[in-house]
């Protein structure tokens, strides 16, 4: 069964550096997410990506953050300049819409720890 | 806003015993809901959708719509049953998805 897949598994930075987070989704999906999840927290929804663009974003995703699909395959999340706050579980998740379904898929995740 | 409630961080149950994982929301519109599981050192995976109305692995939940629920329930609980559950809604046109904070299920023999 195909999966959403993330790397790295764990990313260590120094706070003020820039990090990118990698996720393939599933390869016929069209919706692509960015949540996160602060360790004790619950699970926030940070941008939503559709057609090349932005479809919708949360208050978390200011102007330090961005996201590109850059080829057919990959969906990224940059942070330009990592803060202490940063630091948390981040989870790409990607759907369909064959069949109507909403169903949202979500990869492993990659942890976060900024210094 | 849109708001998801599980009141409980951690339900402690026998094996064989009934479990029910208590979910509530807030929402204007029309709410599709959802409960993810999440089992040690694994990704967040569906369980069920209130949509589809099916039981997976002997869990169901029921939309209340006057209650403003959507508790998960399982009239056995088994020790793989144990892992953290996330109760979600569903809103917006970008179909993101808002999470409760999540509730872990421990079954003891």
């Known amino acids: 069964e195909p999966e959403v897949t993330q790397t790295p598994s764990h990313q260590v930075t120094q706070m003020g550096q820039e990090v990118i987070l990698r996720c393939v989704p599933i390869?016929?999906?069209?919706?692509f997410y960015w949540y996160r999840q602060i360790l004790g927290q619950k699970v926030e929804f940070l941008v939503s990506f559709y057609n090349n663009e932005i479809s919708e974003k949360s208050e978390i995703f200011d102007d330090q953050f961005s996201v590109e699909r850059p080829d057919g395959s990959n969906f990224t999340l940059k942070i330009r300049s990592t803060k202490l706050e940063d630091s948390a579980m981040y989870f790409c998740?990607?759907?369909?819409?064959?069949?109507?379904?909403?169903?949202?898929?979500f990869g492993p995740g990659t942890r976060l720890t900024v210094l | 806003a849109q708001r998801v409630t599980q009141p409980e961080k951690l339900l402690s149950v026998f094996k064989g015993a009934p479990v029910e994982l208590k979910c509530n929301y807030s929402y204007s519109g029309s709410p599709e809901l959802f409960w993810y599981v999440q089992y040690s050192r694994q990704r967040l995976q569906l369980l069920l959708r209130h949509i589809s109305r099916e039981s997976i692995k002997g869990f169901t939940a029921d939309l209340n719509k006057g209650e403003t629920s959507f508790h998960l329930k399982k009239p056995f609980a088994q020790e793989e049953d144990s892992a953290m559950y996330y109760c979600?809604?569903?809103?917006?046109?970008?179909?993101?998805?808002?999470f409760g904070t999540g509730t872990r299920l421990q079954v003891t023999l």
């Open positions: 390869s016929n999906h069209l919706y």
């Open positions: 998740a990607s759907r369909s819409l064959a069949g109507g379904t909403d169903t949202q898929y």
């Open positions: 979600a809604l569903l809103t917006g046109t970008a179909s993101k998805l808002t």
